[in-house]
């Protein structure tokens, strides 16, 4: 299940649409939306759908983030949660973000957008997302008991690193778990002020606990090397 974001210009409105395959690579498309957020009230310009989860009693849980001025790439955002019997619908958004900027002076004070979901073994939901302050991006953490009540951790968990490839700016994590922990794809961004000047490479890292990760010393995939500037976003 590929559930993709649709739209004719950027800011603009979204619409959520479904691609399925029994293989991977080849995708039978909606032909129609399934949602368009219309009928949020915490929208602004528009909402993007970010991660898909199945909850144990079959509900299928989505998140996604806002995107509430036409500016780019800094504008303001939360992350809301729609759900549904199944995967072709219906989705129903929930009335109120689940995870909102923090406190003015916080390092993600600006917005919170990206974010990637998984449940572990445990049973416990951890939720990684992109903040953004005046002048940063980074990529943080948080916790829940049922998907819908966040915990944030008090500090990014990842953060651009001096003369590394991924400085200054980390942003839209895509996290799974498996046996041996979790392992993050991830941008590192030359700048989130100037829209024309981005650069963006994708990166891996590991980690045991979702909150210390081990980083992939050069990019795992660079848009660079094809002599352009941006892949902007993976899976």
Do not use: C
Not at 78 to 84: F, L, Y
Not at 184 to 200: E, I, K, L, N, P
């Amino acid at each position: 299940h590929v559930f993709r974001n649709g739209f004719r210009g950027w800011p603009a409105p979204v619409g959520v649409a479904l691609s399925t395959s029994s293989d991977g690579l080849t995708f039978s498309d909606s032909p129609d939306p399934l949602f368009d957020f219309s009928d949020v009230d915490y929208v602004g310009v528009a909402a993007l759908a970010s991660s898909v989860v199945v909850d144990g009693d079959g509900t299928w849980v989505m998140y996604f983030y806002t995107w509430d001025d036409f500016v780019w790439p800094k504008a303001p955002s939360v992350i809301g949660r729609a759900t549904a019997p199944a995967a072709t619908g219906p989705w129903t958004a929930d009335p109120t973000p689940v995870l909102l900027p923090g406190a003015p002076g916080s390092w993600d004070d600006l917005a919170v957008r990206s974010p990637s979901v998984v449940v572990d073994e445990d049973g416990i939901w951890h939720m990684w997302f992109a903040g953004a302050g005046a002048d940063s991006a980074a990529i943080g953490h948080a916790v829940s008991a049922d998907g819908i009540s966040w915990t944030k951790d008090e500090a990014p968990v990842m953060v651009g690193e001096p003369d590394e490839w991924d400085q200054p700016f980390v942003h839209q994590p895509r996290v799974t778990v498996g046996p041996d922990g979790f392992v993050m794809a991830y941008a590192g961004v030359t700048t989130v002020t100037d829209s024309s000047a981005v650069v963006q490479q994708h990166g891996l890292a590991v980690s045991a606990d979702g909150i210390t990760w081990q980083r992939s010393a050069t990019p795992a995939l660079s848009a660079i090397d094809a002599g352009g500037a941006n892949i902007w976003w993976t899976a």
